[in-house]
């Protein structure tokens, strides 16, 4: 059974790191992408970004281009996103979702994690 | 960027009726390969995006068969044959077909 399993809420202060984690199980996890998408309260989601883990090609839209940084590790089985100095603008619900591909790009993303909530407060 | 317009925000149907969500890109979502990357995904409270459609038409894995999609080129549709009490949620178009990926802003179904 294909599972992305996400980390935990995490409650943070602006200015301070954070990197959550999505793991993935039940396919083989180099060889489909994984994207990580925003979703700001009562609002609709927003790509953030994807990555392939097999060479950890990655992408950014651009509102998200050098605000996060998102990773792999083949090894785990995890992608991640991680932020050097959060923002209250950053709280929000994040999700991963794994991207089925047939040559190169993903077609459509068909497996989603259950979500972690980040919350920047001082 | 591809911007995906839903212009209707709510929808309230009747119990068993058929519900019709629509969708628009700013530009052709027909990708180089010729295939269209047009999915729909629904959001129930609560709970993570949920894909129903991939490739304008294409019913996912477990998807009821009263869920169908059609549209071509930048005019999209899913179509809810007869509306259920676990159909209540937000759907969202999304495309894939250019990076950066993108969403409408999504269709609230409401059940009357």
């Known amino acids: 059974e294909v599972q992305l399993v996400q980390s935990g809420a995490e409650v943070k202060k602006p200015g301070e790191s954070l990197r959550i984690s999505c793991k993935g199980s039940g396919y083989t996890f180099n060889t489909y992408w994984v994207g990580w998408v925003r979703q700001m309260p009562g609002k609709g989601p927003e790509w953030m970004g994807i990555i392939y883990p097999g060479d950890s090609e990655t992408r950014y839209s651009p509102s998200f281009q050098g605000q996060v940084t998102i990773s792999a590790d083949k090894s785990m089985s995890t992608a991640f996103l991680q932020w050097s100095s959060l923002k209250a603008s950053d709280s929000a619900l994040y999700y991963c979702?794994?991207?089925?591909?047939?040559?190169?790009?993903?077609?459509?993303?068909?497996?989603w994690g259950q979500g972690t909530l980040v919350t920047v407060s001082s | 960027d591809i911007v995906m317009t839903q212009t209707l925000l709510f929808s309230t149907v009747t119990l068993g009726q058929p519900a019709s969500i629509s969708c628009r890109s700013s530009q052709s979502l027909v990708h180089s390969d010729g295939n269209t990357y047009l999915s729909w995904l629904q959001q129930r409270p609560g709970q993570p995006p949920k894909l129903l459609i991939y490739k304008i038409s294409s019913r996912f894995s477990g998807v009821p068969d009263r869920f169908s999609g059609s549209g071509a080129g930048t005019d999209f549709t899913l179509k809810i044959s007869r509306v259920e009490a676990e159909d209540v949620g937000i759907y969202y178009c999304m495309q894939t077909t250019q990076f950066p990926y993108s969403f409408g802003q999504g269709t609230k179904l409401e059940i009357k």
């Open positions: 979702a794994r991207g089925y591909v047939l040559l190169f790009d993903p077609q459509y993303f068909d497996f």
